[in-house]
C-alpha cells in the first residue's frame, strides 16, 4: 500500500519528471544482465525501451513545441521499428537507428537548455544532469550502431557473444558508456577512421560535459549560498 501511494506522488508531481526518466533508463540497463537468458528476454528489453522513450517525452512535454517534436521523432523511430520487424530490411534498421538518434539528441538538448536556465539548485536538477548523462551515452551507441551496419567490422570486439542486432546494441552501449567515462578496458576498439573520430568526439563530449556542468552547478549553488 505505502509502495502504491509512493509512486501515485511521484507520477502526479510534474517535477519527478527527471526522476521518472533516470528510474526507467536505470532500469532498462540494469536489466540486462538479470534477464539476458530469460525466454521471453528480448520482449522484456523492447517493453523497458518503450517506457523510457515515453518517459522521455514525459518529461519534455512542459510545452507544447517539444512535446509535438519529440511525439513526431518517437513515432518515426517506432514505425522504421515495426517496419523492421516485419520486412527485416536493413535500411529500416538503419532509419529506426538514425530517429533514435535525432530524438534522444533533441531530448538532450531541451533537458540541458532547462538545467542552464535554472538558477535554484534543486533535486530535479540533479536527476536532469544524471539522465542527460545517461542519454549522451545512448546517442553515441545508435551512432557506433550506425557505422557498424554502413561498414561492418569498424569495431573489433573480443570474446563477441552473438551476431545478433540486440547483441549489437548491448555491446555498442557498453562500449560507448565506457568511453564516455574515459575507462577504455581495451576489449572493444575502434578499427575503421569514422568510428576512431567518433570515438574521440564521444571522450571528449563526456569529459566537457562533467567539467562544465559540474562548474556550473558549483557556481550556481555558492549563489544561492551567498543570497541566503
Known sequence: MQLSNIL???LLKSN??????????ITYFA???IIDNL???????SFFYLLIIFSAVFSISDTKKPLLIST?????T?????LHF???LDTFYLLELSSSCLFWLYVATHILRFIINQQHISAELVYAAIAVYFIIGLIWTSTYQIIELHNPHSFSIVNKIASGKQELFFQMWYFSMV????LGYGDITPISMSARSFVILEAMTGQFYLAILIASLIGRRVSQNSSN
Open 179 to 182: 568511453t564516455l567515462t574515459t
Open 39 to 45: 525466454p521471453i528476454a528480448k520482449n522484456l528489453l
Open 78 to 82: 517506432l514505425a522504421f521499428r515495426w
Open 31 to 33: 536489466s540486462f544482465p
Open 8 to 10: 501515485h506522488n511521484i
Open 72 to 76: 513526431i521523432l518517437l513515432f518515426l
Open 86 to 88: 516485419f520486412y527485416q
Open 16 to 25: 519527478n519528471r527527471f526522476l521518472i526518466l533516470l528510474i526507467s533508463l
